[in-house]
């Protein structure tokens, strides 16, 4: 699996993905949410778009919400599961 983050290099496989968003984590990002806009399969292919936003909890306890959106790109497996091949996002506005 890979990830591509806004403005950064992309992320290849589970324990670097697990590392990016343990990072994001102890950076005080939380409360993802995910408003699917659209979802369409081809084949072994399928692809999710969606709107994404997260909060950002300052050290003041200021909260601040970022919004941008969200593509996913999923892989058909032999015994009919879905698995995440790409995950890529952008931020509209960042905390």
């Known amino acids: 699996?890979?990830?591509a983050v806004?403005?950064?290099p992309p992320i290849t496989g589970p324990e670097a993905i697990k590392e990016f968003w343990e990072s994001r984590i102890k950076m005080r990002l939380k409360n993802h949410t995910y408003?699917?806009?659209n979802t369409?399969?081809?084949g072994k292919f399928a692809y999710q778009f969606?709107?994404?936003s997260v909060e950002f909890t300052a050290s003041t306890g200021a909260k601040t919400l970022g919004h941008g959106f969200t593509v996913r790109i999923f892989e058909k497996q032999r015994d009919g599961t879905w698995k995440?091949?790409?995950?890529?996002f952008n931020r509209e506005s960042s905390p």
């Not at 995440?84 to 890529?88: D, I, N, R, S, W």
């Open 1 to 3: 699996m890979k990830a």
């Open 6 to 8: 806004n403005g950064g």
């Open 35 to 37: 408003e699917i806009v």
């Open 40 to 42: 369409w399969a081809d």
């Open 50 to 52: 969606a709107k994404a």
């Open 84 to 88: 995440a091949k790409l995950h890529m």
